[in-house]
């Protein structure tokens, strides 16, 4: 839990980077990193859920990923079916509501139908939704947002940032507060790009893989030291 009177974010934002580089650093295989980066993802969200904050988003694939090897792909499909399915009951043991954004494009059926079984249920688990951001991109997601706007026969002039808001992905799921990435680089990657407008921003050089839930500890004190303005 987090300390008296210290602020947690609503919001938390990880992009899960570095988990190839810890394979290679240990000697290991790319799928023994990208696993080892799953079970620190189920470590960090709960430690974040039971610090406070009410959303995580995870980016664990995004739209420029296909361009991975087709074994690399094929093994990261497996491990998103493994959350999906078979480890589904952990999200619905620890109460957490669990959400999927992105792009319909190039996912198989089977994946498409689990991602609908596991929202299904854990729709009224009210501990703290986690939003997969899985064939993710940014950009898309506004234009997809547009694309919307534009169909439903919107004019001009009601065209505003709430109006884009409402039909993003999941548009129930607020702004990012805190973003986190790990593994040292320091750009955004086409992350959440409407959501992290006035996010804090927090880069660490530790691989995913690496993260424990003593970090989740170390970035919620990190972020209540920030004064946020949100250009005031």
Not at 211 to 217: E, G, I, P, Q, S
Request: proline share 3%; charged share 25%; hydrophobic share 40%.
């Amino acid at each position: 839990m987090a300390k008296n009177n210290q602020e947690v974010p609503n919001h938390i934002g990880y992009i899960i980077d570095g988990n190839r580089r810890w394979a290679k650093m240990h000697g290991l295989p790319t799928y023994e990193g990208h696993l080892a980066g799953y079970n620190a993802i189920q470590e960090v969200v709960k430690a974040s859920f039971d610090a406070g904050a009410k959303y995580v988003s995870a980016y664990i694939f995004s739209t420029e990923n296909w361009k991975r090897s087709e074994d690399e792909v094929g093994k990261l499909m497996g491990l998103v079916l493994k959350l999906l399915t078979s480890d589904l009951h952990v999200f619905e043991e620890n109460n957490t509501k669990l959400i999927v954004l992105g792009s319909k494009e190039n996912v198989s059926e089977k994946i498409q139908k689990a991602i609908a079984e596991a929202e299904a249920r854990t729709a009224n688990n009210t501990g703290g939704t986690l939003a997969i951001c899985f064939n993710y991109g940014g950009q898309i997601e506004i234009a997809d947002a547009v694309k919307k706007i534009v169909q439903s026969g919107a004019r001009i002039g009601e065209i505003t940032p709430e109006l884009i808001e409402q039909n993003l992905y999941a548009p129930e799921v607020p702004p990012i507060d805190l973003l986190v990435r790990s593994s040292g680089e320091q750009r955004l990657s086409n992350f959440m790009l409407w959501r992290a407008a006035y996010s804090e921003l927090l880069f660490l050089e530790k691989l995913w893989p690496d993260m424990t839930k003593d970090d989740v500890t170390a970035i919620i004190e990190e972020y209540s030291r920030r004064g946020r303005r949100f250009g005031g």
